[in-house]
């Protein structure tokens, strides 16, 4: 885990329904033998303090991967707001001292190992600031660094009915951090490249291949 004074919690967003792989939890399929899951939590480990899972319906299904697992606060599946709103939950309880959560979507294999520093440069000292990962001039608000200063004010905004997150983070302090794709041997891939369909699964695992050769 990171070693910083200013700690960073580190939540997992795994509270989607996975419609276009027909249901069920996506972070769960393997991917050359692994679970998506496990992939994800070896990249986003090393950079925070601590590390949650956000998930819904029953816990027990995640026990092996030994992390806090935290269900949505509010009901309907509210989308990503609610599994951020989950973790400025806990991390309320459990590390009051931290000021940021900073949140990765499961299904994305290749997210960068440098996400955290660079959501947190991108803010350039500023608090409370939401900071939002893009790439290819597409925004990614799945991951983001959020302040959990802004925890009551989400809490208020989800209960009067938002539900998209570029509606509320347009109501506060939000940077955006650029990333740029990565040449893995002679493939080329954005870093935010999610696996929704089998077919993607397919290229995760030729990208995988080109990980192990170069």
């Known amino acids: ?48 303090s601590d590390l949650v899972l956000n998930a819904n319906g029953d816990l027990e299904r995640f026990s092996k991967f030994h992390l806090p697992t935290i269900a949505d606060p509010v009901e309907d599946f509210a989308g990503p707001l609610a599994g951020v709103l989950a973790g400025f939950t806990w991390a309320r309880e459990y590390a009051p ?26 803010t350039k000292g500023q608090y409370p600031a939401i900071a939002l990962a893009s790439s290819n001039e597409r925004m990614h608000p799945v991951f983001g660094l959020w302040p959990t200063a802004l925890a009551d004010d989400l809490h208020s905004a989800l209960e009067g009915g938002t539900r998209k997150v570029l509606d509320w983070t347009d109501r506060h302090i939000t ?8 040449q893995i041997g002679s493939v080329s891939i954005d870093p935010f ?22």
């Open 175 to 182: 940077v955006t951090a650029p990333f740029t794709d990565v």
């Open 1 to 48: 885990m990171a070693d910083r004074a200013d700690p960073v919690i580190g939540v997992l967003l795994a509270g989607g329904q996975s419609r276009r792989m027909g249901g069920g939890d996506k972070c769960l399929l393997e991917l050359a033998g692994k679970p998506l899951l496990a992939r994800v939590i070896e990249r986003l480990k090393p950079q925070t």
């Open 193 to 214: 490249f999610n696996a929704n369909k089998p077919d993607d699964m397919a290229h995760a695992e030729t990208v995988l291949a080109e990980m192990a050769t170069s």
């Open 97 to 122: 001292e931290a000021r940021w959560i900073a949140t990765a979507a499961t299904d994305t294999p290749f997210f960068p190992e440098n996400l955290v520093e660079t959501l947190l440069s991108a």
